[in-house]
């Protein structure tokens, strides 16, 4: 099997949450249905509510299940401002990050055509969110201020907590899209006082198509997008699904257990990449390298080389990404790099690596040893 680097598109199913599915499936049942199936369906679903709460420092009150990051990220920005111009609030600036994943900048700009203002935070040459900047930015007519906990092309870790403090002392709302996050790092919604927060099933070894939204107790509780039912206390209408619940319960489960176990794997064996890397002498930088990034997570330019050409030839062995994998059909220059302040021709250079649980150290170095010479050949 091609060795797998692609984890911050997306991460291998952990034993563990495949086989809370097929249980789940063992059986039917709808979670709103009043008989034995339907009951033990809920049970599931608020077991693996639980589960995720437990993980984020969070009540099972205030989780609520989506399909995804994307639609938590839509949720939280497009339902903060719905809920805003539906109630008293006249405050009308959102103010988002250079570099957040297009789930979070396209349904902010799109407030614009309802009469909000939405800035866009600078950041600094290693893709972290200018703090100075920001506090100029924020302001008493500020509603949200959206910031990612871990960048989904560099592995950069954002201050959060000092974001979060930011938005507050103005009054304002604040939104973090921790999809990369989750289940990779310690994270806690009380001590990061963050207002809401979107997770992933599928970036922390769980199945994809399920997601959620935090909404803090205390916050503003976002309109919905979704009608129907009123599933999710009504905030996301449309039936649970069940198995994808406990898929992700199950993976938060075994998050909580060996979190800083898979970090320090990770590490290791990104570093046993990048040193065999130098022995074969490629040379490359580290984007965002001068500070705290994601373990086991790289962006990596090599001068010269054609990135996408690179990733495609070493398909069949080596599974690479060049950029967000959103947009990795695509050979666009990415907006997190030129962000950071690098130009088009560095991004079309730039390879992105990921190193996740199941990883092992041989494939570390034979990944890099397989790059190396596919650099050379190209050269």
């Known amino acids: 099997m091609p060795i797998y680097l692609d984890g911050l598109s997306t991460t291998p199913l952990a ?7 097929l249980d789940a499936w063992s059986r039917p049942g709808n979670p709103g249905s009043p008989h034995a199936d339907g009951e033990r369906a809920a049970l599931i679903v608020e077991e693996g509510r639980a589960r995720i709460a437990e993980l984020i420092g969070a009540s099972p009150a205030e989780v609520f299940f989506t399909s995804g990051a994307t639609e938590a990220n839509n949720l939280a920005i497009t339902g903060v401002a719905l809920a805003a111009l539906a109630g008293a609030s006249t405050r009308r600036r959102v103010i988002v990050s250079a570099v957040e994943h297009k789930a979070v900048l396209a349904p902010a700009l799109r407030l ?4 909000f203002v939405v800035d866009v935070a600078p950041v600094d040459a290693n893709g972290v969110v200018d703090l100075n900047t920001l506090r100029a930015l924020i302001g008493d007519d500020t509603l949200l201020v959206s910031v990612m906990a871990v960048n989904n092309e560099t592995g950069v870790l954002q201050p959060v907590a ?7 002392e103005s009054g304002a709302l604040f939104h973090c899209d921790a999809a990369q996050a989750v289940g990779k790092v310690q994270l806690d919604v009380f001590d990061l006082d963050v207002d809401y927060l979107s997770a992933s099933s599928h970036k922390m070894y769980g199945p994809g198509g399920i997601g959620a939204l935090y909404v803090s107790a205390t916050a503003p509780r976002p309109a919905p997008l979704v009608l129907g039912g009123g599933q999710e206390r009504g905030l996301r209408a449309g039936t649970e699904p069940t198995a994808l619940v406990a898929g992700f319960g199950a993976a938060a489960d075994l998050a ?18 990048l040193v065999e890397l130098s022995r074969c002498d490629v040379g490359l930088s580290v984007n965002g390298g001068g500070v ?3 373990p086991g997570a790289a962006s990596l330019t090599i001068s010269g080389s054609d990135a996408q050409s690179i990733a495609q030839a070493l398909s069949s062995l080596v599974m690479l990404s060049t950029g967000s994998a959103c947009t ?19 991004s079309r250079s730039t390879l992105r690596v990921h190193f996740n649980r199941y990883s092992i150290e041989a494939e570390a ?6 790059l190396a010479k596919r650099v050379k050949l190209d050269a």
Do not use: Q, Y
């Open 15 to 21: 034993p563990e949450a495949r086989e809370a599915m």
């Open 112 to 115: 614009r055509e309802l009469g």
């Open 162 to 168: 000092a974001v979060a403090a930011l938005a507050h």
């Open 256 to 273: 909580n257990t060996r979190l800083d176990r898979d970090g320090e794997h990770a590490d290791r064996l990104l570093k046993m990449f």
């Open 292 to 294: 705290e990034r994601l």
């Open 328 to 346: 990795s059909g695509r050979i666009d220059t990415s907006h997190v790099l030129a962000a950071m302040g690098l130009d088009a021709k560095w």
């Open 365 to 370: 170095v034979d990944a890099a040893r397989l």
